[in-house]
Structures are given as structure tokens and as C-alpha cells.
């Protein structure tokens, strides 16, 4: 029986074979390596990355999609939101080799933005991430400074991976087609990220771009002045003009 594509969970199922074998070279899966696949929807990425890993693990919110891929049996298959996934503790099975895990997925754009939060969370214990995602959220993921698309989430992410756009995908090449461009990113956790305390980088930022056409002297300034901020920091800037690592120095000084 034919899947709808249900628009509350957000479902728009790849179907283009040769994006998804660019795709799946990209992400470049070996044999025994552990991997999570959010969203797999109708398989068309999992089966060509299970055939390379010889197992995967995969996270499925819809109830219909999830029984149709417990009957794989090279799946381990975790119904459930992914927004409530402890990715620190989801199992290995005994063929995959020791490590960390990479996350791969067709995230639901309606989501995508707390999904990336929520990993942020979990990033000690991962390896890589390959995404599709609206083009317009990738570019502001890996915008720079002075950019009209550069903003909370440039600074959120930046902070801790490397990320790079590694793939345009159009409309066309799902069903039901979206009404958006789409593309992948390839995100790599920096090794030695600014240590620092995440929520307060993340309260500083999103005081920092809410009022992102204004001096930082009306929005960021108050706060720090608030907060009994001695240190210099130039606050006759929009928040747009502040490189990544001027916010994260600026969090490790605040208290």
C-alpha cells in the first residue's frame, strides 16, 4: 500500500536516484560504523546506507512508517519524536565497531531548527551530521559576518562545528515536491570548541539579534550593563557584525 505523505510530521519522501547517490557519497559510510538516520521515511536513503554500513539505527515518529521498517532486518528501529531521544544513550549492536555516532537525515523542515538545538546538546557523542534542509536555513547555518543571513543560528552552530554546503537538491526531486529549494550540509564538531556555558552563549545571542537592525548598545549593551559586564566590548555595532568568535569570548567573560 502507497504512503501518504502526512503534512504534519512535515513528510516530503526522496525519490531523485541519482541526489540520492550523491547523497550517500557525501555522508561515505563504511562497513561497521555507527550511524543514526532521523526521519527515514520510505528508505530511499536507508537501504543504500545500510548496504554499506551492514546496520543502521533509525528514528521514525510515524507509527505506519516505523512497522514497515521493523520488517528490515538490518534495522534497529526507535519509534518515538527525536526531539525526545537521548542520543548519549541509544545501543551499538555487537557488529558495529567502537566510536562515536553519525547522524544522517531528511530532517522535517518544520522542526529542523530544535532538532539541530537538541543535538547541540548531544555533540560529544557524535562524529559527523549530514542533513537535508531548507536551503534558506543552511545558508544562514554557514553565513558570515555582515551578511543578511547570518544570525543566531550562524553563531549557535559556528561555535561548535565546521559545516560546509556539499549539495544543491530542487523541488523536484522529492514527493510530494516542497515548495522550497532544499540542499545538504556536512557539519563536524570542532575538537577544541571555546569552553563556555551554552545557555548563557544562546541568552547572549538571541538578545544580541533581537533587534538585529539596531546598535547592539540598545539591545546587548543593556544586558551586560544589567549583568555588572566590566570588560570592553564594542557595542556601537549591529549584532550582524560580530565575527563567532568575538560572541563566544565575550560568554566566557559574562558571569
Given amino acids: 500500500m502507497k504512503h501518504i505523505a502526512r503534512k504534519r510530521f512535515g513528510q516530503h519522501f526522496l525519490s531523485d536516484g541519482g541526489i540520492i547517490d550523491a547523497i550517500v557519497r557525501a555522508i561515505a559510510p563504511q562497513p561497521g560504523q555507527r550511524m543514526v538516520e532521523i526521519g527515514p521515511g520510505l528508505a ?13 539505527t533509525v528514528i521514525e515518529l510515524d507509527r505506519d512508517l516505523a512497522q514497515r521498517l521493523r520488517s528490515h532486518g538490518q534495522l534497529t528501529v526507535i519509534e ?13 549492536v555487537p557488529s558495529q565497531a567502537p566510536g562515536k555516532w553519525r547522524v544522517v537525515g531528511n530532517l522535517p523542515y518544520n522542526i529542523s531548527t530544535p532538532i539541530l538545538f537538541h543535538l547541540l546538546d548531544h555533540v560529544d557523542h557524535i562524529e559527523d551530521q549530514h542533513f537535508m534542509l531548507q536551503k534558506e536555513v543552511i545558508d544562514r547555518m554557514v553565513a558570515e559576518p555582515s551578511t543578511a543571513a547570518y544570525g543566531r543560528l550562524s553563531v549557535m552552530l559556528q561555535w561548535r562545528y565546521a559545516m560546509e554546503d556539499v549539495l544543491f537538491v530542487p523541488p523536484e526531486s522529492f514527493d510530494p515536491p516542497p515548495r ?40 546587548l549593551g543593556r544586558w551586560l550593563e544589567a549583568r555588572g559586564f566590566a570588560g570592553e566590548f564594542d557595542v556601537q555595532r549591529r549584532a550582524e557584525e560580530v565575527p563567532v568568535d568575538q560572541y563566544t569570548a565575550l560568554a566566557q567573560q559574562v558571569r
Fill in 44 to 56: 530511499a536513503l536507508t537501504q543504500p546506507l545500510v548496504e554499506r554500513l551492514g546496520h543502521l
Fill in 180 to 219: 522550497v529549494d532544499s540542499a545538504v550540509v556536512r557539519m563536524v564538531p570542532r575538537p577544541q570548541p571555546a569552553e563556555l556555558d551554552v545557555r548563557l552563549l544562546e541568552e547572549l545571542v538571541q538578545v544580541a539579534f533581537s533587534q538585529r537592525r539596531k546598535l547592539l548598545r540598545h539591545t
Fill in 80 to 92: 518515538s519524536d527525536v526531539l525526545r531521544v537521548d542520543f548519549s544513550r541509544i545501543e551499538a
